[in-house]
């Protein structure tokens, strides 16, 4: 799926989280969803964005009851571009793995980086409009945050 694409339909909002195994990412993308119909009646379209594999962003999707898709981030060089790829330290690693989220096997290979979650909207013009990055994954925007973001962009159209 294109940003091209999805950005000819009206601005975009990303939001990039871990994976299936963050109770704190599945909230958000359960807000998000809740969400998602004043987020698409102010014009935008909403995606997320993992590095875990297909499979993994489907049972995501399922669980979670979301009616936007999850697109995959292989070895998170999305969330490179946008500055927010982390990789984790040795002992991280470990700690992973003992509380069964082995980022190898949800995600499919052995890079052990991560995606802040972060929220972004970007206009048709390819401006970004809001950002919202926090480096404590427990800590998260609601979802309305970007909603006078979106207002702002529907305004500048009519005007």
């Given amino acids: ?3 091209k694409v999805l950005l000819a339909k009206g601005p975009l909002v990303v939001a990039f989280y871990r994976g299936a ?3 704190f990412c599945n909230f ?4 998000l969803e809740e969400a998602r119909s004043e987020i698409e009646a102010r014009g935008a379209s909403l995606v997320a964005i993992s ?3 297909l499979p993994n962003s489907r049972k995501s999707q399922r ?4 009616g936007f898709p999850i697109l995959v981030d292989h070895g998170g060089e999305i969330a490179a571009r946008f500055s927010v790829r982390w990789t984790l330290p040795d002992y991280l690693r470990e700690v992973q793995k003992v509380l069964g989220a082995d980022l190898t096997q ?4 052995d890079s052990w980086t991560l995606p802040m979650p972060a929220r972004y909207m970007t206009g048709q013009d390819d401006t970004i409009a809001y950002a919202e990055v926090n480096a404590d994954y427990t800590k998260r925007p609601e979802p309305s945050a970007i909603f006078p973001a979106l207002n702002e ?7």
């Fill in 1 to 3: 799926m294109s940003s």
């Fill in 21 to 23: 195994w963050c109770p």
């Fill in 28 to 31: 958000d993308l359960s807000a």
């Fill in 51 to 53: 590095q875990q594999t």
């Fill in 63 to 66: 669980q979670n009851g979301l």
């Fill in 106 to 109: 949800f995600n499919g290979e």
């Fill in 153 to 159: 962009l529907a305004r500048r159209q009519v005007a």
